[in-house]
């Protein structure tokens, strides 16, 4: 069960350069989340999905945008990568109704550093 | 979600209980309290999660009193293990979907020899 499943886990950029960090969850979850955490820093919500077909602004999400493909896949791009964008990415996914708690399951988390 | 208020750092000894008091004087009907926690370089973890009175499970114990403006994570005879951020979360996470979920900065336990 692999559960929460972010690529890559480690990546250096060169500033102005783009990627796109990859999640995707097993579990059938409906709502997924991307954070970022800086060094020493509390978690900052970037983006969120409540269920495929929608994504909503978080926190912080200028310069980043994000792709809810289908269910399980929820994409984070970054156009055109910043030194401010340095940090760790945390994917993380719940499911809410039918008698559960909805908390959230993390990924491992991709480390990102722009140089 | 409701704003929460928690100390930003603890320090406790190994075999000591540890009590976590979060504010949530906004709480409303239907939100309930959840706890997470963060060990470093990895993604938080749920622990517990309460609606009123205590919960217990097999890592800590959520005290909420009645009229649930506050709630006290305890985490009984810690260890080294347990130095982590601890976060509470106050909504009705259970059934809201679309709901940015946003952590305040947390409780910094750390736990000497």
């Known amino acids: 069960n692999a559960g929460v499943t972010q690529t890559p886990k480690f990546q250096v950029l060169k500033t102005g350069q783009s990627m796109t960090l990859q999640c995707a969850q097993d579990m059938n979850h409906n709502s997924m989340y991307w954070y970022r955490q800086d060094p020493g820093m509390g978690l900052r919500l970037i983006y969120y999905s409540a269920s495929e077909g929608t994504t909503d602004k978080g926190e912080v999400p200028n310069g980043y945008n994000v792709s809810r493909l289908n269910k399980r896949e929820f994409s984070l791009r970054l156009e055109s990568a910043a030194p401010s964008q340095t940090s760790v990415y945390f994917c993380a996914s719940r499911r809410t109704g039918t008698v559960n708690t909805g908390e959230l399951f993390f990924g491992e988390g991709s480390r990102l550093t722009v140089l | 979600l409701a704003k929460t208020t928690q100390p930003i750092s603890m320090d406790s000894y190994e075999g000591q209980e540890v009590n976590i008091t979060c504010s949530h004087n906004?709480?409303?009907?239907?939100?309930?309290i959840t706890w997470y926690q963060q060990f470093p370089s990895q993604g938080p973890r749920f622990i517990i999660q309460?609606?009123?009175t205590k919960v217990t499970n097999e890592v800590a114990s959520l005290f909420i009193p009645a009229d649930r403006k506050s709630s006290t994570l305890s985490l009984p005879r810690v260890s080294l293990s347990d130095t982590a951020v601890y976060y509470c979360l106050v909504g009705d996470l259970p059934n809201q979907a679309g709901t940015a979920l946003i952590f305040g900065k947390g409780t910094t336990l750390s736990v000497s020899s």
């Open positions: 309460g609606y009123k």
């Open positions: 906004n709480i409303a009907t239907n939100d309930y």
